[in-house]
Structure formats: C-alpha cells, structure tokens
C-alpha cells in the first residue's frame, strides 16, 4: 500500500500465527533493577498491570509468577525503549534466542508498532526515507531509526538499515514471543506522521501531542490478535 500507511494511526493489526506471547512493558511505572533476568521477561502483562495497582517499587520477592513462560529454545525479538536494550543485550548473555531493537531504541507505541508492522511486511527502506541530521551534522538517517543507525552517506545508511530490518524480518517470521517495553506516550509529528526520531532537526519542523490513554490502548490491541 502507501508508504504513508506505515506510520498512520491507528496501526494494522498484525497476525501471525506462530506468535505465542506478546508481553508489554512500561518501564517508568516500576523499577526492573533488583530482577533477574529470567523473573522479568517471564511476567505477563495482567499479572504486571495488577502488581502495579498494589506497589510503588518492587523487588525480585513481591512479583507474582506470571502463568506464561519464556522457555530454552524460544525465539524472542525484543523491542521498544532503553529497558528493551538492557533486558534485551542481558537475555541474548543468558543464551537465548533474541533479536533486539533492529531499527534502535524506540520510545512511543506508535513508532514501536509501525516498527513491527514493517518486519511482518519485510518492508525494505528507500532512498527518499534518508534524511541528513541536523544541528550541523552531515550524518545520514532515518525518522524510523535511532541515532546510532546514523551513517556518513545515504547509501551507507540505507544498507546497514536494510540489512538489519531484512534479518530482523525473518527472525520475526519465526519467533514465538515478541516484548515490548513502552517509554513515553508523548510522539513528534512531522508532516503529520510520528517520528521515532526528531534527528537533532530544528524543533520548528515537529509538532509534540501525547496519545490518550485510549490511543496507547488502541495501538497496543492492534499489535495482538
């Protein structure tokens, strides 16, 4: 369909039918820093939300056991905020399956969802999605990406892009648990599309909104079945 289509709101709905769990995070509500590995990305996002209304910080012993599981041999692709990161680089050291972040740290459900929409699509990026930096840099991006995906030249840019969205693309075909964790509900328009990343662009160019409560929920049903 239209390239537009990829950061319309609300997004598409997406199905896949080996996909087994789809766990959602909100990493300012809590404090994940006493868990281990495993007691995080085992809890389910009911058991989470109901732990919320009872408890201001948490440690690894007032966390009830999650029904769902992340067991040996599943594949994992891990998006969304910095926690995605640190959980994400912290289970492929634990010896699991997973795919984190291959378009960068993402903020806000909207990017987060445009992102996965892209994988199932096996959507390649094209030449007019390059845009340079600002702030004086001559480094080449994209508003889907985090900075870190930055390259000297368009071309550059658009390989190592690619590269990671083809891969990631059938990782994602295949796994079974995908984990989200939000960071904001506040998004940047640009030409009334939500970026994932402003680019160091001048601030005239962007207009900030944050999403309703009914809008993040929208978007997050969107992304389950």
Not at 100 to 122: A, E, H, K, Q, W
Not at 183 to 199: H, P
Request: charge should be neutral; proline fraction near 4%.
């Amino acid at each position: 369909g239209d390239h537009r289509d990829l950061h319309s709101f609300p997004t598409r709905r997406l199905f896949r039918s080996h996909l087994t769990k789809i766990i959602f995070f909100y990493e300012k509500a809590f404090c994940f820093l006493s868990l281990t590995c495993e007691k995080a990305v085992s809890l389910s996002v009911l058991r989470l939300m109901r732990s919320l209304m009872g408890h201001a910080v948490f440690n690894s012993s007032n966390f009830p056991r999650s029904f769902e599981e992340i067991l040996p041999g599943e594949k994992i692709l891990v998006v969304g905020s910095c926690f995605s990161d640190s959980v994400g680089q912290r289970m492929a050291r634990c010896g699991l399956d997973v795919a984190v972040n291959p378009f960068g740290t993402l903020y806000n459900p909207v990017s987060i969802s445009n992102s996965l929409f892209r994988l199932d699509g096996g959507i390649p990026f094209r030449e007019e999605e390059c845009v340079q930096m600002g702030a004086g840099s001559s480094l080449f991006c994209s508003f889907s990406h985090h900075t870190s995906f930055a390259r000297p030249t368009a071309e550059e840019f658009l390989s190592a892009a690619n590269a990671s969205a083809m891969e990631a693309s059938d990782f994602f075909k295949e796994c079974t648990t995908v984990i989200v964790t939000l960071g904001t509900a506040w998004c940047f328009f640009r030409g009334g599309e939500v970026v994932s990343n402003c680019l160091k662009r001048p601030a005239s160019e962007f207009e900030r909104k944050m999403l309703s409560a009914d809008m993040v929920s929208s978007i997050l049903k969107g992304m389950v079945r």
